[in-house]
């Protein structure tokens, strides 16, 4: 495999995009591209360029930070970075549990791999928040079904998986099988950058392991009693393959909180966002409402009704979570209005 510091801009994916953002007074600075982040230093490479250096000056959770992907300007004398150039596509959630900051999964991808095992693990709604994810970044999903090799039941998988979205690309394979995760072949260009997306245990780094014919992340054995791989990929890292693109290995996510993907879901759901906007009012619920064309077509069997669930749930899901400080706080004052409203309607009605 070629050294890195063989290797011109453009086999570090470099484009248009970003040489249209450097300026004369930068030229000390030299593009690189981060291959991890960690706790407090990001690992870079660059043509004349490569290791540790020290992060711009802003948190790792900030949407400003640095995140996989990212190409920033170096100062390679003084191990810093100067600054992150502004992204071709973006990968984000909204952290869960009691961090709710958003947080960057990661940047300048070119082809998401959203992978799930041909098993139990496999769960439409999922695909759909990660497929939503790409739309949003207009990103390329491929759909990759692992564990092929144990499912007697694959085609009913793919056939599901297919159905989600029009056109949808789903490959099924044995990832620990060369000749099975050959099929990836035409995404994987000389420059492209991929992404591993799915739930833990599913076969991320198993994939990577296979197409670099490597070790180059550590994979974990089923534990016996339940199908789930444990935690073994700790961060996000990118991964240079001998066929000239860049495979980026996350951790498996148990949560991932929509945010900011308003269009990638409607483009998810174009099915059911067009037969929404030829409802009679503009503001349909599709609850029972005269003459609604969500509702027609669940009558008429061409619209499955969990798919609305689906999309309206990910929907107030997505809603919740974009909304800034002074939107939430607009609308609890609505609800307190609301409930006063209420309560004084109560109090009204009371016979004394
Ligand atoms: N039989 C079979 N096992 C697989 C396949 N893909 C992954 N595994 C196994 O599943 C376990 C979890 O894989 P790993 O790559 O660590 O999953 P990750 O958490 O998504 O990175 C490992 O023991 C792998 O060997 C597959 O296609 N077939
Ligand atoms: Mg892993
Ligand atoms: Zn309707």
Request: aromatic letters at 6%; proline letters at 3%.
């Amino acid at each position: 495999m070629t050294k890195t510091n063989e290797l011109n801009l453009k086999d570090f994916g470099w484009s248009a995009h970003f040489q249209a953002q450097l300026t004369d007074d930068e030229g000390d600075a030299l593009p690189a591209r981060v291959l991890a982040v960690h706790r407090d230093a990001l690992e870079i490479a660059g043509p004349g360029i490569e290791g540790r250096v020290r992060p711009p000056d802003s948190s790792a959770h900030d949407e400003a930070g640095a995140t996989a992907g990212d190409w920033v300007l170096a100062d390679a004398a003084a191990r810093r970075v100067v600054r992150v150039l502004d992204r071709r596509s973006v990968f984000k959630r909204k952290g869960a549990g009691k961090d709710r900051r958003v947080q960057l999964i990661g940047a300048n991808v070119d082809t998401l791999l959203i992978v799930t095992s041909a098993n139990h693990d496999f769960n439409a709604a999922r695909l759909e928040r990660y497929l939503a994810l790409a739309s949003e970044a207009e990103v390329t999903p491929v759909v990759v079904l692992t564990k092929a090799d144990l499912a007697p039941d694959l085609d009913d998988y793919m056939t599901t998986a297919r159905r989600l979205t029009p056109g949808l690309v789903v490959e099924a394979f044995d990832a620990r099988a060369p000749q099975g995760v050959a099929c990836l072949a035409p995404w994987f260009g000389r420059g492209q950058t991929l992404a591993l997306l799915g739930s833990s245990g599913v076969g991320k780094s198993t994939i990577l392991n296979t197409l670099a014919g490597a070790t180059l992340q550590e994979t974990q054995g089923i534990r016996s009693g339940d199908d789930k791989g444990r935690h073994t990929t700790t961060g996000r890292s990118l991964h240079r393959l001998a066929n000239g693109a860049w495979l980026m290995d996350t951790p498996g996510m148990r949560e991932l909180q929509l945010v900011d993907v308003a269009q990638g879901l409607d483009d998810v759901f174009a099915d059911v966002a067009t037969l929404a906007a030829s409802c009679r009012f503009g503001d349909c619920m599709h609850e029972g409402e005269p003459s609604c064309a969500v509702q027609a077509a669940i009558a008429a069997g061409a619209l499955a009704p969990e798919r609305l669930k689906r999309y309206q749930k990910l929907q107030r899901e997505e809603r919740r979570n974009s909304e800034t400080l002074a939107e939430a706080h607009a609308r609890n004052q609505r609800f307190g209005r609301m409930t006063k409203r209420l309560f004084a309607e109560k109090l009204k009605k009371r016979e004394w």
